[in-house]
T-cell receptor
Framework: EAGVTQFPSHSVIEKGQTVTLRCDPI?????LYWYRRVMGKEIKFLLHFVKESKQDESGMPNNRFLAERTGGTYSTLKVQPAELEDSGVYFC??????????????FGPGTRLTVL | GQQLNQSPQSMFIQEGEDVSMNCTSS?????WLWYKQDPGEGPVLLIALYKAGELTSNGRLTAQFGITRKDSFLNISASIPSDVGIYFC?????????????FGKGTKLSVIP
């Protein structure tokens, strides 16, 4: 069974540009999460989708970040316009169910975003 | 929001040595998790703890859920080179109907052969 995949693995852009990150969850997982780790800091929650609906977007830093999950399959996270402080590793995770019993979150390898 | 204090920040140990790391919080949690991140990969769940005082093992790894529900530790016995990576403690927060994870800052482990 394929795991969570993310594309691209690395992205280097200039301040003010737009970048779109993609996440393909494990097939059949309705729950999809985005997290971000800024260098030297902890991994922080951004938002949670249940199918195509945003269940919790309390971690989104500001309105330059837009996450979508049309059709409830893959998700995209767009940063527009990118700022220097957006640099970090963006992780996607998926789980079968939101609760803990079946809710183990499986993480993708991350997208390393560098904003110059 | 919740904050987890994880220590140590990094460790350099000889192969074969035992390792211990811990996490503390000012808040009470009902679940503690330990993840490992290998270079270029995402975090992988190692051990999940659901009950205060619980001691759980996974091979050479042992983790305990503190009796106060405000802390947890992870021990690795007889370390080997493939134990290298970043270890994160995490707790689940079930606010707003979401089961987001809150992570510690990580312990970077280096094993010297």
């Amino acid at each position: 069974e394929a795991g969570v995949t993310q594309f691209p693995s690395h992205s280097v852009i200039e301040k003010g540009q737009t970048v779109t990150l993609r996440c393909d969850p494990i097939s059949g997982h309705d729950n999809l999460y985005w997290y971000r780790r800024v260098m030297g800091k902890e991994i922080k929650f951004l938002l949670h989708f249940v199918k195509e609906s945003k269940q919790d977007e309390s971690g989104m830093p500001n309105n330059r970040f837009l996450a979508e999950r049309t059709g409830g399959t893959y998700s995209t996270l767009k940063v527009q316009p990118a700022e220097l402080e957006d640099s970090g590793v963006y992780f996607c995770a998926s789980s079968q169910a939101p609760g803990l019993a079946l809710g183990e979150q499986f993480f993708g390898p991350g997208t390393r975003l560098t904003v110059l | 929001g919740q904050q987890l204090n994880q220590s140590p920040q990094s460790m350099f140990i000889q192969e074969g040595e035992d390792v211990s790391m811990n996490c503390t919080s000012s808040s009470i949690f009902n679940t503690w998790l330990w993840y490992k991140q290998d270079p270029g990969e995402g975090p992988v769940l190692l051990i999940a703890l659901y009950k205060a005082g619980e001691l759980t093992s996974n091979g050479r790894l042992t983790a305990q859920f503190g009796i106060t529900r405000k802390d947890s530790f992870l021990n690795i016995s007889a370390s080997i080179p493939s134990d290298v990576g970043i270890y994160f403690c995490a707790v689940t927060y079930s606010g707003a109907g979401s089961y987001q994870l809150t992570f510690g800052k990580g312990t970077k482990l280096s094993v010297i052969p």
